[in-house]
């Protein structure tokens, strides 16, 4: 059983439009979900991230939507360009217990901007 | 952002021999960690480290497998033999505290 989970699994936008990226997940113990951006070949880099005590956290074009009574959270990425193509994985935590940041991940999210 | 290190990049190796990968993690980190990534599928914690020990370990890591970090320099993962389903890309990752993991660019092992 997947414990975070992705969609769409690929998501193609236009330059300038916002591509909206879904995660949930099923242990509600997780309290920390970071986002990763992965280019081909490369490893994923650390996007922006939020933990369980907020709804909302924004840093430039990218923010996290959270709702933790459905155990959703969604990644808007506004005025989308063509080097924001990569693969975006959605992860969760239950970091500040006893088990030292174990990282779950989700499948991905193929995004594709188009100029 | 802090780099993390990984050598090498490809490593491809006969089934039943040992095989060690290399990290570097960033300078003042104090937790290492590696996952291990099947193609087309997600990435899956393997184990992490902390204060040179293990601190937890998923049902992937297996007998075969260990890892250290002997006097701060490289962060290994070996394995010892390896098996035809070991063939994955590890990423290794450190952070300095609980949160915010960083990885590497990853090592794809190829085992014949």
């Known amino acids: 059983q997947q414990q975070v989970r992705q969609s769409p699994q690929s998501l193609t936008v236009w330059e300038g439009e916002t591509a909206i990226l879904n995660c949930s997940y099923e242990?509600?113990?997780?309290?920390?979900f970071p986002w990763y951006q992965q280019f081909p070949g490369e490893g994923p880099a650390l996007l922006i991230s939020?933990?369980?005590?907020?709804d909302k956290k924004e840093d430039g074009r990218f923010t996290i939507f959270f709702n933790k009574r459905e155990k959703k959270l969604s990644l808007h990425i506004t005025d989308s360009q063509p080097g924001d193509s990569a693969t975006y994985f959605c992860?969760?935590?239950?970091?500040?217990?006893?088990?030292?940041?174990?990282?779950?991940f989700g499948r991905g999210t193929r995004l594709q901007v188009y100029a | 952002g802090p780099k993390v290190l990984q050598i090498p990049s490809h490593q491809i190796i006969d089934m039943g021999q040992m095989v060690t990968l290399n990290c570097d993690p960033v300078?003042?980190?104090?937790?290492f960690y590696w996952y291990k990534q099947i193609l087309g599928q997600q990435m899956e914690f393997l184990v992490n480290?902390?204060?040179?020990?293990?601190?937890?370990k998923s049902k992937l890591f297996k007998d075969q497998f260990s890892v250290e970090r002997p006097d701060g320099s490289y962060f290994t993962l070996k394995i010892q033999p390896t098996a035809l389903e070991d063939s994955a890309v590890y990423f290794c990752?450190?952070?300095?505290?609980?949160?915010?993991?960083?990885f590497g660019p990853g090592t794809r092992l190829t085992v014949l």
């Open positions: 992860a969760a935590s239950d970091a500040g217990t006893q088990v030292v940041g174990q990282l779950t």
């Open positions: 300078s003042n980190h104090l937790y």
């Open positions: 480290f902390y204060n040179g020990k293990v601190m937890e």
């Open positions: 242990d509600s113990t997780f309290n920390y």
């Open positions: 990752a450190s952070s300095f505290r609980q949160y915010e993991q960083y």
């Open positions: 939020i933990r369980s005590v907020s």
